[in-house]
């Protein structure tokens, strides 16, 4: 079956699922050093007993994308990821299609990072492929407009373009209001943002043009 999935889909599946397993293994040690932390840095207190120091990396800006807080987590991102991006790998491409994932997973690193810098405060990881996933959304959409897709739980079909945008303004109703706490929706939304001005770009539609032009 996996035989079947396009490369880098799998190769993302198996990676995301590889590195969860040792989280379980690990505890909160991966955590420590690999999930996205704010600007600055904050001594406190290991689960072993030990004191460490905790603050942004750079590389942060890629590793925390395969890290999940749960199962569940793990599974709705997995899941999302199997379902919608293969036909996104096939229509750019495999190499175009690593490219966008991780400019998608930097994207929604860094829209986290402002969101917490200058808007909500506070010193906690974040962790999670929903970037990358999100742009993913937002390219099958773009590459599949009346695809039919079902946000659940509203079990009607509609297609794809109307999803994602009901899906991007509540992502930022949620983001605006603070509502469901503890969800990195502008990260969500960034994730959106990076892969949409990569997919222009491509395209030739922005000002700094590409020297293969992409036209999936």
Same mark, same amino acid.
């Given at each position: #079956?996996?035989?079947?999935?396009? &490369?880098?889909?799998?190769?993302?599946?198996?990676?995301?699922?590889?590195?969860?397993l040792l989280q379980m293994m690990l505890g909160d040690t991966l955590t420590l050093d690999f999930a996205l932390w704010p600007f600055g840095e904050q001594t406190g207190r290991a689960p072993d007993g030990s004191i460490v120091t905790v603050g942004f990396q750079l590389w942060q800006l890629v590793t925390y994308?395969?890290?999940?807080?749960?199962?569940?987590?793990?599974?709705?991102? #997995?899941?999302?990821?199997?379902?919608?991006?293969? %036909?996104?790998?096939? @229509?750019? *491409?495999? !190499?175009?299609?690593?490219?966008?994932?991780?400019?998608?997973?930097?994207?929604?690193?860094?829209?986290?990072?402002?969101?917490?810098?200058?808007?909500?405060?506070?010193?906690?990881?974040?962790?999670? %492929?929903?970037?990358?996933?999100?742009?993913?959304?937002?390219?099958? @959409?773009?590459?599949?407009? !009346?695809?039919?897709?079902?946000?659940? &739980?509203? &079990?009607?079909? #509609?297609? %794809?373009?109307?999803?994602?945008?009901?899906?991007? @303004?509540?992502?930022?109703?949620?983001?605006?209001?603070?509502?469901?706490?503890?969800? %990195?929706?502008?990260?969500?939304?960034?994730?959106?943002? *990076?892969?949409?001005?990569?997919?222009?770009?491509?395209?030739?539609?922005?000002?700094?043009? &590409?020297?293969?032009?992409?036209?999936?």
């Amino acid at each position: #079956m996996l035989n079947q999935i396009p &490369p880098v889909i799998r190769g993302l599946l198996i990676a995301n699922v590889a590195i969860y397993l040792l989280q379980m293994m690990l505890g909160d040690t991966l955590t420590l050093d690999f999930a996205l932390w704010p600007f600055g840095e904050q001594t406190g207190r290991a689960p072993d007993g030990s004191i460490v120091t905790v603050g942004f990396q750079l590389w942060q800006l890629v590793t925390y994308g395969f890290l999940h807080s749960g199962l569940p987590h793990l599974f709705m991102n #997995m899941l999302a990821l199997y379902m919608l991006g293969g %036909a996104i790998e096939s @229509a750019l *491409g495999s !190499r175009h299609f690593l490219i966008y994932y991780f400019v998608c997973v930097i994207g929604a690193a860094l829209a986290q990072l402002v969101t917490i810098e200058y808007f909500t405060g506070g010193f906690y990881p974040t962790v999670g %492929a929903s970037g990358g996933v999100f742009g993913v959304l937002l390219a099958f @959409a773009l590459l599949f407009p !009346r695809e039919k897709l079902i946000l659940f &739980p509203i &079990p009607i079909p #509609m297609p %794809a373009w109307l999803f994602v945008t009901l899906y991007g @303004a509540a992502e930022l109703f949620f983001g605006v209001t603070g509502t469901m706490a503890g969800v %990195a929706h502008f990260a969500h939304l960034g994730g959106m943002l *990076g892969g949409f001005v990569l997919l222009q770009y491509w395209r030739g539609k922005l000002p700094w043009k &590409p020297r293969n032009r992409l036209t999936p």
